[in-house]
């Protein structure tokens, strides 16, 4: 009740107002609009997150919307395929494809996926990795992903109706009692939130009845730990975990009104236009919409809005600016030395063009990224890999604050130093 108080007054103090109704929607059907035209222009297999925001707003085009579907069934497939016949682990992928089928109400039974001479539904291969990141968790005291992509298997399993695993949810239960939820070395925001709606979904299934009181335990401290991340700006961790830890705490029965201090932070991020990459986009929408993840478990599809209309747009052709800004790269490897480069770029330039022009003009300087949801994840520099497998990565930082955002969408404005480290996780 505290601290509701608190939200209410921080976000009257900030200054704006609650926004009228009308102002809050023009902002929703924009950004749904905008998701809606990245299915359309966005490289790569299509993003299952970004369907489930679609089939979670208010605002519909069901026949792109079932276009995007049956690309899901394709394409995404295919890739889902190929990655369990090579016994890659696909947690968080199968359980975000789970969802977008769901919430468009697919018949899950009728996926399946051959792998070797054997055909199984879907269903069946979330609960074979699940199974998979259990035993590694027992024996490695971590998943072979991440707990992030652990609570979306566990979610996923849940909203469908299947049963998880007693063994399977208590690891999560424990995870959170031992503080394990990381990303880099700080907190991981984003990993309570998904574990907050993962739980919250197995406790309201009650099939949880042998430990119900720990995992009402592990339901308050995450809430609690959620409050406590809360920003004197409104944010929930930064800018990019608001969105799930609202939805979190909206699927754990926290009011978050229209007028808290976390709602009118994540808006006023959103017409100041921070959130561009379609994956942010569908991690905030459902929350501005005051839904969350969990609400994929009744959806009926019926009677459904059908006027979300895209007008065309102008393509805008970007010159690059005649501005050049200096930025100095320091490139450190996991033995701990260090290089440093010099490049001028284009005022406004991404990192990704940035070290694109430098890879140019030094013979030195080389890098390859691996896509993924979030776009080009920096996987080598100077032919050194940081491998997820042996927990690591390049770690990114600007004059010496972690960047927010990865090199395809940070903007070098001013003149800057960054750092790639080789750091373990
Ligand atoms: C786990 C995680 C990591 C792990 C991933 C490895 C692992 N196996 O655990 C590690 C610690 C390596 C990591 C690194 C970074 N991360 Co991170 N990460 C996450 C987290 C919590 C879950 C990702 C996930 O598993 N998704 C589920 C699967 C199904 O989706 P996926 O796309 O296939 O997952 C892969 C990619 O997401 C990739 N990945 C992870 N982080 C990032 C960040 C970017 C920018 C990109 C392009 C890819 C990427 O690793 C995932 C596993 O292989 C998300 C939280 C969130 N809200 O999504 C943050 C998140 C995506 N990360 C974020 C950031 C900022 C980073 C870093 C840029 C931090 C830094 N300053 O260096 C670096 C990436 C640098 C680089 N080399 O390009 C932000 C991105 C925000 C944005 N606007 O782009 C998020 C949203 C967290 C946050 N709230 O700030 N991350």
Redesign the pocket.
């Known amino acids: 009740m505290l601290s509701l108080l608190i939200i209410s007054l921080v976000a009257f103090a900030s200054g704006e107002p609650c926004d009228t109704e009308s102002y809050n929607s023009e902002l929703l059907l924009s950004l749904t609009k905008n998701l809606l035209r990245s299915v359309d222009t966005q490289d790569g297999v299509p993003n ?2 970004v369907h489930l925001a679609l089939r979670l707003s208010n605002h519909h085009n069901l026949a792109k919307e079932n276009e995007h579907l049956n690309r899901l069934k394709n394409n995404l497939h295919s890739d889902l395929q190929n990655s369990l016949s090579s016994s890659q682990s ?4 199968l ?2 494809y789970t969802l977008a089928l769901k919430s468009s109400c697919y018949d899950l039974n009728t996926i399946t996926f051959t792998v070797g001479e054997k055909s199984q539904t879907l269903l069946t291969h979330l609960k074979n990795q699940m199974e998979q990141e259990k035993e590694h968790i027992v024996f490695s005291h971590r998943p072979l ?5 652990y609570s ?1 298997g566990v979610l996923a399993l849940c909203v469908t109706g299947i049963r998880v695993n007693n063994h399977v949810s208590n690891k999560l239960i424990k995870a959170v009692e031992h503080e394990h939820f ?3 070395d700080s907190e ?4 309570y ?2 574990a907050g709606m993962a739980l919250q979904c197995v406790k309201d299934s009650g099939s949880h009845v042998q430990n119900a009181s720990e995992l009402d335990t592990a339901l308050a401290k995450i809430k609690e730990n959620l409050l406590a991340a809360q920003r004197t700006d409104g944010h929930i ?8 830890a609202i939805q979190a705490l909206l699927a754990m029965g926290n009011q978050v009104e229209e007028c808290a201090a976390s709602m009118v932070a994540l808006r006023t991020d959103a017409r100041s236009n921070k ?1 561009h ?1 379609p ?2 986009i569908s ?1 905030i929408l459902p929350a501005l919409q005051q839904k969350s993840y969990l609400t994929v478990k009744n959806k009926n599809c019926l009677n459904e809005d059908d006027t979300l209309v895209l007008e065309p747009i102008e393509p805008v052709e970007v010159l690059p600016s005649e501005t050049k800004v200096a930025v100095t790269v320091e490139v450190v490897t996991s033995n701990g030395a260090a290089v440093v480069y010099t490049v001028g770029v284009p005022k406004g330039s991404s990192l990704l063009a940035a070290l694109d022009l430098l890879k140019g003009k030094n013979a030195d300087f080389t890098f390859e ?11 080598v520099v100077n032919g050194e890999q ?1 491998r ?1 497998s042996d ?7 600007s004059d010496g604050s ?9 903007k070098i404005e001013v003149a800057q130093k960054i750092t ?1 480290k080789n ?1 373990s ?1």
């Not at 696909?90 to 992928?93: A, D, E, K, P, R």
């Not at 991981?188 to 990993?191: E, G, H, K």
């Not at 930064?238 to 799930?244: A, V, Y």
């Not at 972690?402 to 940070?410: P, Y």
């Open positions: 299952p997150s696909v947690t968080g992928l359980a975000l992903t991440n707990y992030y992509q979306l990381k990303h880099g991981s925001i984003d990993t939130a998904m961790g930064n800018e990019f975990s608001t969105g799930l959130y990459n994956m942010a991690q990224t691996e896509s993924s949801l979030w776009g080009p994840f920096l996987s940081a997820q927990r690591r990565y390049w770690h990114l930082s972690a960047l927010t955002e990865g090199i395809g969408d940070f790639i750091t996780y």
